[in-house]
């Protein structure tokens, strides 16, 4: 094994604090001239809401001049076109954003995703649902493969599978999908519905409508 002479081990439990005290400096900065931000480790969103989209890229690009300026200070280097810029509006017409970062112009598109939640220009979260079904469908099958007759495992335990993998998968962010279409409030409801008599053993004329009403999404 190698020593490590400069920095901190891979994994050590001081990088978080030490890291958060280092950029301290950046968010300080940004709270001073007002500037909303939200920031989670290293996974920074600065953003503004205004009626006028021409004064909200003059604010966005106020506020880049001045997280660059203290990047450089820190001697932080960004990767340009792994930021990226997404206007939330219903408006289907509209001229692009064009903001800049230390001279760098950052991509605009129309969905992005933070935190694990992919959101889309319109908040209709269709992107992000349809990630989400694709991954619950994936372990609902891998019930399928554990129920038998004879040889499969315990209704307890395939429940516990479904609440601690998909349910917990479903209900994370799903406090921001009121905005969504009613139709993917029943896709994510019926897959419930499926996991859960495919974990109970019941027939299959069991509909959603009859599980608990904090379970059902809609």
């Not at 690009?61 to 939330?88: M, Y």
């Not at 989400?132 to 493969?145: C, D, E, G, I, V």
């Amino acid at each position: 094994m190698s020593n490590t002479h400069t920095g901190l081990p891979q994994g050590s439990c001081l990088s978080p604090l030490l890291f958060n005290i280092y950029i301290s400096v950046i968010t300080l900065a940004l709270e001073e001239a007002n500037i909303p931000y939200l920031i989670y480790a290293d996974a920074l969103v600065i953003f503004h809401s205004h009626k006028d989209l021409n004064q909200a890229s003059f604010l966005l690009n106020h506020a880049l001049s001045i997280l660059a300026s203290n990047l450089n200070k820190l001697h932080f280097s960004v990767v340009t076109h792994k930021c990226k810029v997404v206007i939330f509006t219903r408006k289907r017409r509209f001229v692009p954003l064009k903001l800049l970062l230390d001279g760098d112009p950052l991509p605009v598109v129309s969905e992005i995703q933070y935190l694990g939640l992919i959101s889309d220009s319109n908040l209709r979260w269709k992107a992000d649902i349809f990630q989400l079904t694709s991954f619950a469908y994936k372990w609902a099958n891998l019930l399928r493969a554990l129920v038998g007759s004879w040889w499969g495992s315990r209704p307890s335990s395939l429940l516990q599978v479904y609440k601690s993998i998909i349910r917990a998968k479903i209900e994370y962010g799903c406090c921001f999908f009121g905005s969504t279409a009613l139709s993917h409030h029943k896709k994510l409801n019926s897959l419930q519905a499926s996991c859960l008599r495919t974990a109970l053993g019941s027939n299959t004329y069991l509909q959603y409508g009859h599980l608990s009403p904090t379970k059902n999404l809609s």
